[in-house]
């Protein structure tokens, strides 16, 4: 347990999620509060603020605007999708992460993200381990898509699958209030893991959701979805349907990036998202009134429908990485172990960056049904305690009240 | 002041909003208390359950259960879109209507819809009137696109608004996240009338919102919307638009149904949708990364975001229609009298069914700004007290508990 004094920085990066900025809020607020840690800075846009000496001070921002960090989605010291190169290729960009650490007397550094954010932060603590600068590195996990190994779950993914559960049912209540006959098929992100899809099971579960949904875990064959889907259609008048974004053929490829038609002899360019191509081959098959609606961004950014439970587990992995961090130890990300037996527990446990960097999680094939069209009991256990609680939604106008940081630069 | 004594029906017509129930529930609890009102029934998916004979009794549903019918979106009893037909040409489906009101002793009949509904039931009115059968009649204002003439505004509208509000605040925090460049083209409904799309400057006044919207008040014009956002995207980096899915040329053809290209020479069928298609022209003039986003259903279903005010003027619009009938008024639509100096009042009132048939409200010109990119302060005031409150929703392991009818049919 050596004490080790010094500024820590903290780098958000990927894309957005509900909570994001609640790790952030979680991870300063801690860090602030440290005695050994002498400034705390945010980064600007992840490691790219780091290679630029982008740094704000998060000790001139307002406390009680900090307290508003968590209520707003997005990541609000700004992101990046920035992927480091091997340094034993180049080491260009370690060297001036290196040079910006020595200049801030960073000691600590923490970053928050998914599976390539992991490999950035695996690549600094490992460059910073050969070249001997003592200092603290700790991934905080971060993704909508609920993919990183080693993890019970991923904050991020808690919130979205509440808004795709919501959203389903909602569009459910709406798509069912003709007599007339109606398809809907409905996107959900999530390009290589159906964890986002799946979650529209939910709906599904109660009483108001797709009939079918379909993940990348399991390829996918388009005459069995369009026998599926008209099976479905000609006995009741209606379908739902869900798909991940990442539903690919035997061969891997995608569905979305190939020519989508119930019939031959399409030759045109198809701007459409995939929902919108899967509904016309269902017209196309069945003649039936279709619609295609696409979640898109909204699905990652919908913070008035953020999970309690994700919200608090997300400030809760901030703090664990500050105090982990401030005990001695380094090189690892905050995971979490939970117990769904009898209630629902989520402990914080800690584990080696090589170990997530770059490790891609999927929905286990035993929750999946037979078919591949529908998911399981144990998808559904998994995933409710996930969803749950209702944060009291700071404000104004009756529309949100987000954070308004004053971003100074450290010099 | 004459007492009529009788049964009432009660129909949903067109498409779905958030509060609609709300109306239904406040029409139903009022009419379950009248001593004059014999028999409650709910017509399955409006006209067309009249005319089928598919009516529900209202009186045997629980009333605990009743009591959630406002915190369900979409049309609880089922929707039409059905237009009668001119009774002077062929009065096929009124003669059955009233074979139906004979059947049951129908006295009462509300009927809850936007422009083409109020057309239904002002036929209704003048057919029984001129028959000589009598029947208090009395429509109740419903619709997002808030299109409704003599009325200050639609329920629904509200709802609707501040679902659009708040997911275009949601998806500016998404839209800003990176250091590269963005265009993001949202597109909202509204066929004619320009209120919903408007509604995105409620988040651009809250200073997370559209740079530019566009409404169908104003001719677009294709080179103007490209110079306008090439000029924001060139000075920013980025750039967010809401357009109304309504936008057409001068000459009236709807812009969705054109091809959409920023250089000539393109083909072939776009399956798209309109924003994806904008923002592909956007690509094309400015290689600008571009996003495409539709709020599709979602923003007339989303209970979840429902307006307090919203929820508890369609709930009186309801009631009114009610009390009204009863009083011994009929032919009428209920309305809504607004006062926005020194707070926000709102009062109902009762205008004639041939005054709002088939007429549509638009924006005014004057809300919008001079280069038909924007909307001025006027159209916030108009709009900011529509969205306001939240209600305290009913959920079900943190999701939303819908109401569950019984749906008996009467006999």
Not at 389 to 405: D, I, N, Y
């Amino acid at each position: 347990m050596s004490e080790l004094r010094g500024a820590c920085i903290l780098g958000q990066s990927g894309g957005p999620t509900a909570v994001i900025n609640a790790s952030a809020q979680g991870l300063i607020q801690t860090a602030l509060k440290q005695d050994c840690i002498t400034k705390v800075l945010g980064a600007a846009h992840g490691i790219k603020g780091v290679l630029a000496d982008q740094l704000y001070d998060m000790g001139q921002e307002d406390p009680a605007e900090l307290d508003l960090l968590k209520f707003t989605p997005s990541s609000a010291l700004g992101s990046c999708r920035y992927k480091l190169a091997d340094p034993d290729k180049d080491d260009t960009d370690y060297r001036q992460i290196l040079a910006i650490f020595q200049k801030h007397d960073v000691r600590y550094f923490f970053y928050n993200g998914g599976n390539d954010s992991m490999d950035t932060c695996n690549k600094i603590s490992k460059y910073m381990q050969k070249v001997g600068y003592e200092c603290r590195i700790m991934g905080v996990p971060k993704t909508i898509d609920n993919d990183l190994f080693g993890t019970d779950h991923c904050p991020g993914f808690g919130s979205a699958a509440k808004y795709i559960a919501t959203s389903c049912m909602e569009v459910w209540q709406d798509a069912h209030v003709y007599d007339t006959g109606m398809v809907t098929v409905i996107e959900i992100m999530g390009r290589h893991a159906g964890w986002l899809a799946g979650s529209a099971g939910l709906a599904s579960w109660m009483g108001y959701g797709p009939d079918l949904i379909y993940l990348p875990e399991v390829n996918f064959d388009m005459d069995q979805f369009l026998a599926d889907v008209t099976a479905i259609y000609k006995q009741t008048g209606k379908c739902m349907v869900a798909v991940s974004e990442g539903i690919h053929y035997t061969d891997g490829s995608f569905v979305s990036e190939g020519e989508i038609s119930a019939t031959d002899g399409f030759g045109h360019v198809q701007l459409g998202g995939l929902a919108v191509r899967l509904a016309e081959a269902v017209k196309q098959k069945t003649g039936a009134k279709v619609r295609g609606i696409e979640f898109s961004l909204l699905q990652r950014c919908g913070g008035h429908l953020a999970s309690g439970n994700d919200m608090a587990e997300a400030y809760l992995a901030g703090q664990v990485a500050v105090e982990a961090a401030v005990s001695g130890i380094t090189d690892r990300m905050v995971a979490f172990e939970c117990d769904r037996a009898g209630g629902y527990l989520c402990k914080p446990k800690l584990i080696g960056l090589t170990e997530v960097a770059n490790v891609e999680k999927k929905v286990p094939r035993q929750w999946i049904n037979e078919a591949g069209n529908g998911l399981e009991q144990a998808f559904i256990d998994y995933v409710l305690p996930l969803i749950q609680g209702e944060p009291e939604l700071p404000r104004k106008h009756s529309l949100p009240r987000f954070v308004q940081l004053k971003k100074i630069l450290a010099k």
